[in-house]
């Protein structure tokens, strides 16, 4: 939960949802702003060659790249043009899906930010066999111009697809 700057708004609403629902929802300290730069800075973070490889899937139009996304998983993918609610230079954007309109640059490039944390944590977790040295994470991208639609790849990710 946060405002603009995680001041008072975002307290007062978190204390009333919590009085009206018994939840209580995490609080961002320094709201949307302090949110957005860890989100900017993680993605760099996240991005380093000593974290994670950025595993290319390439091939002509229409052979089934998107396929390939969605069969490894947010475990292991993520799926560029989804987020962007895109289907590619050839397709476009998906009809059925009026959202994107109303997505913006800084939603698209958060939601990159977001997948890439969810994907990196997920291969943080224990596992019974942890004794081994941990390689970087194997992370699958669709290979991508620098824009997807309306929205452009942030500069770390465009550079590391290279």
Known sequence: LYCFRGGLRSRTVQEWLELETGIRYP?????????????MDELERSLDPERSDLIIIAGKTGVGKTRVIDHL???RSIDLEGLAHHRGSSFGDTPEDIRQQSIS??????SISMSLLKLLAAADS??????RQRERTRVYV??????????????TLWTGMK
């Open 27 to 39: 609080l961002i300290e320094g709201g949307y702003k302090k949110m957005r730069q860890f989100l």
């Open 105 to 110: 640059q800084i939603d698209f490039e958060n």
């Open 126 to 131: 224990p596992t019974d066999d942890d004794m």
């Open 142 to 155: 669709e290979d991508e111009g620098s824009r997807i639609g309306r929205f452009t790849l942030p500069h």
């Open 73 to 75: 998983g947010p475990q």
